[in-house]
């Protein structure tokens, strides 16, 4: 079965903290999608990636096809960083399986 | 282009009653998906279409429900007698290279459905 499962689902830190989500998937990937979501619904997409690291910003995202696991890293994090995070394989076909979210507050 | 739009934002309806949202893509996308979202939880696929074509429909969309891109721009989710449990939001998101490493998704605002 296709699954996506993240940690932790909620994470509060102070501003600054170096902030890591987690996402683990059940089978081989085509492409692990990290997306934002903030209250009120709007969901923006932050990378999209199937091997290696991406940057962008105060964002990283790594994985490791191995090890099925991919993770989500904000350096010197701020509140404007408040939102869902939330991690979805595509399992090599057009459907996104969606991981239930990691909801961050970072705290002033 | 203003990115995907989707109306209505709310929608509270009585129980048995039919609703429907509209989902306007970003023009050049070809692709359209539809989600559905509960409290607390990702979203779920519903379904998805290239163009006109409806390619692919999840087993979540049971036949109360139903979606149309009739041009292959804009498309239209129907719930027909409605049900509490179909209290959600429905995330439409559309792409011009589908969902693999090199394409992106544009999601819209949502439509938060309330049935009473």
């Known amino acids: 079965k296709n699954e996506?499962?993240?940690?932790?689902?909620?994470?509060?830190?102070?501003?600054?903290?170096?902030?890591?989500?987690?996402?683990?998937?059940?089978?081989?990937?085509?492409?692990?999608?990290?997306?934002?979501?903030?209250?009120?619904?709007?969901?923006?997409?932050?990378?999209?990636?199937?091997?290696?690291?991406?940057?962008?910003?105060?964002?990283?995202?790594?994985?490791?096809?191995?090890?099925?696991?991919?993770?989500?890293?904000?350096?010197?994090?701020?509140?404007?960083?408040?939102?869902?995070?939330?991690?979805?394989d595509n399992f090599g076909n057009e459907k996104l399986t969606f991981g239930t979210g990691t909801r961050l507050t970072i705290i002033p | 282009d203003t990115g995907v739009s989707q109306n209505p934002r709310h929608k509270i309806t009585k129980r048995g009653q039919n609703v429907t949202f509209r989902c306007d893509p970003i023009s050049e996308h070809n692709r359209l998906y539809w989600y559905r979202q509960t409290l607390g939880q990702g979203p779920e696929f519903l379904t998805y279409f290239q163009n006109e074509a409806q390619l692919e429909k999840s087993r979540l969309l049971s036949d109360r429900f139903s979606a149309e891109r009739p041009k292959g721009s804009f498309s239209t989710l129907e719930i027909q007698r409605t049900e509490q449990g179909d209290s959600a939001m429905y995330l439409c998101a559309s792409s011009s290279s589908g969902t693999g490493v090199s394409g992106e998704l544009f999601f819209g605002e949502g439509s938060r459905l309330t049935v009473l």
């Open chain 1, 4 to 88: 996506v499962e993240q940690s932790p689902q909620n994470l509060t830190a102070q501003e600054g903290e170096f902030i890591t989500i987690n996402c683990s998937y059940s089978v081989g990937i085509s492409a692990l999608h990290w997306l934002q979501q903030h209250p009120g619904g709007g969901i923006v997409s932050l990378f999209m990636l199937s091997s290696g690291k991406k940057k962008h910003g105060r964002l990283i995202a790594t994985i490791n096809i191995q090890e099925k696991h991919s993770s989500l890293h904000i350096t010197a994090s701020h509140p404007r960083d408040s939102a869902v995070y939330i991690c979805a």
